[in-house]
T-cell receptor
Framework: GQNIDQPTEMTATEGAIVQINCTYQTSGFNGLFWYQQHAGEAPTFLSYNVLDGLEEKGRFSSFLSRSKGYSYLLLKELQMKDSASYLCAVMDSNYQLIWGAGTKLIIKP | GAVVSQHPSRVICKSGTSVKIECRSLDFQATTMFWYRQFPKQSLMLMATSNEGSKATYEQGVEKDKFLINHASLTLSTLTVTSAHPEDSSFYIC????????????FGEGSRLTVL
């Protein structure tokens, strides 16, 4: 079956760095997405990886290893507004998105 | 600016009534739109894929007669929850994918449905 795994919850300190991991097993692979979702709101796009390596976008970076079925989202210089759920999603061979359950990130002062 | 507009953002209705939620693609024509449901503290669950000019494709376990989808134009898809019950209370979100196989998904603001 298809499966996306990511931690349920993580806690980090304002100003610090946090890495949110995502492992996947899907029927085919056409890219991996990271979305941010604040409570009660719709998700917003953060990043897209289809080739191995690191994609950097400001304070956020996303890494992909296709051979390992692994990705991580790296958040630097954490701010209180970064408190949210972070969703990992993989596009399978049918171009359907398979969603992880999300990681709730709690930022403490 | 917003790419996808969803309305209403919140709706409260009585059990047994029907509720319609609209999803509009503002920036481009969308032959395909997606409808998701999200229960509290859970991930997005794809309900159906809305196809312009044809029938929607429903995911397993989603009742097509209960969740009516109409995609009459390239910029508008509607989801009607018929004969709503309290267990249908949820956050409903539509999304549109930019053209191309690896297009980015843009989400509507979501509609929070509460059935009393």
């Amino acid at each position: 079956g298809q499966n996306i795994d990511q931690p349920t919850e993580m806690t980090a300190t304002e100003g610090a760095i946090v890495q949110i991991n995502c492992t996947y097993q899907t029927s085919g692979f056409n890219g991996l997405f990271w979305y941010q979702q604040h409570a009660g709101e719709a998700p917003t796009f953060l990043s897209y990886n289809v080739l191995d390596g690191l994609e950097e976008k400001g304070r956020f970076s996303s890494f992909l290893s296709r051979s390992k079925g692994y990705s991580y989202l790296l958040l630097k210089e954490l701010q209180m507004k970064d408190s949210a759920s972070y969703l990992c999603a993989v596009m399978d061979s049918n171009y359907q998105l398979i969603w992880g359950a999300g990681t709730k990130l709690i930022i403490k002062p | 600016g917003a790419v996808v507009s969803q309305h209403p953002s919140r709706v409260i209705c009585k059990s047994g009534t029907s509720v319609k939620i609209e999803c509009r693609s503002l920036d481009f024509q969308a032959t395909t739109m997606f409808w998701y449901r999200q229960f509290p503290k859970q991930s997005l669950m794809l309900m159906a894929t809305s196809n312009e000019g044809s029938k929607a494709t429903y995911e397993q376990g989603v009742e097509k007669d209960k969740f009516l989808i109409n995609h009459a134009s390239l910029t508008l898809s509607t989801l009607t929850v018929t004969s709503a019950h309290p267990e249908d209370s949820s956050f409903y979100i539509c999304s549109v994918r930019t053209p191309g196989d690896t297009g980015e998904l843009f989400f509507g603001e979501g509609s929070r449905l509460t059935v009393l």
